[in-house]
């Protein structure tokens, strides 16, 4: 019986699950509010880790696609702290099993790896509820309503569609919730040749600079670029305030809040030569799950949002493999299928979660830096 699958988001784990469920011979279409591929900038690196993401891409077909995009020498990582001394780094080895690819790079590769016609772009979510018909109620369809006017009917509705998701409200009434911290993003290009000092502070990988409450964080991306993101915990009216100072005032102002740092690390704030971003992170609850609902279902930041700490990318593709090979084993039973997948990703999920607010304070909490010194030293393989 031929089943009809609706994906919402066109992100990592939505096409994930689309390419592992066409892997099996089984048809999905992803629903993107996204004009096109190139409708925004995709974000920086992501480290891709062999347990997790790697399995994915392995499930996929795609690792040794995967291999020829990764950075050379991306695994690299440093902390200093706000004199500039460099209290820990750590070389690329080839042994750290994180290799860092560029997200936009990632995402393309498991676009072209789906047949013509599975994204459909330009198609933003209005609304979605179960389909009103007597006789279906109960059997787990779907109703989606688009803003462009179409609506889809389907067996199966994914949501992929990221932190505040359309879709989630069919399973949960959790909202995510500011965690208190925003990083502020911003890039340096050509930064060896107009930035040495930034960018040899930097030096080839991940970069950490902090002090309790507030840190500078860079990463190393292809072509000489540095990609910054400031994190301060502060409150959303204080991020709000100096947000709408304009983009001058707010590198200003956010330099100002690291007064006394070393100016090759608050070059990274004052320097910058884009529009400073504004990033408030947010969270779903740690152990966040819902009931199971026919024929209805949650991957990546729609389940489990929470903040940065390199596994949001890995747990939403290792979620859409995960489901795809579910549906793939049970072709004609798909509550067994979905009751499969969410007892193997709750949990996961949570403890992902748990590690993340272990990992923020790490970064910004009252032992920073060296806390996080301590916290690599620990996640060092040994022997």
Known sequence: MTRTIAIVGAGLGGLMLARVLHVHGIAATVYEAEASPSARTQGGMLDIHDDAGQVALKAARLHEDFVRLVHPGGEAARVLDPTGSVLLDMPDDGQGGRPEVRRGELRQLLLD??????VRWGHKVASVAPVAS???LGQGQHLVSFTNGTTVQTDLLVGADGAWSKVRPLLSDAVPAYVGTTFIETYLTDADTHH???AAAVGGGSFFAMSPGQGIFAH???????????ALRRSLDWVRDVEASGSEAVRARVAAEFNG????????????????????????????RWTRVPGVTLLGDAAHL????????????????????AIAAHPDDLEA?????????????????AGSIEVLDHCLGDGA??????????MRPTG
């Not at 190393?220 to 400031?230: A, I, K």
């Not at 830096?369 to 620990?378: E, I, Y």
Request: net charge negative; hydrophobic share 50%; glycine share 10%.
């Open 113 to 118: 790896a789906l047949p013509a016609g599975t």
């Open 220 to 230: 190393r991306e292809p072509d000489g670029v540095l990609h910054t993101y400031v």
């Open 196 to 198: 040495p000092a930034s």
């Open 261 to 288: 740092w070393d100016a090759a690390l608050t070059a990274l704030i004052t320097d910058g030569e884009t529009v400073p971003v504004f990033r408030p992170l947010h969270a779903l609850p740690s152990g966040h």
């Open 134 to 136: 007597v006789a279906l």
């Open 369 to 378: 830096p060296q806390s996080l010194v301590d916290f690599f030293n620990q």
């Open 306 to 325: 929470m903040a940065p700490a390199g596994d949001g990318a890995n747990l939403a593709m290792v979620d859409g493999a995960e489901l795809g090979e």
């Open 337 to 353: 299928a979905l009751g499969a997948y969410e007892a193997a990703m709750f949990p996961r999920s949570a403890k992902a979660a």
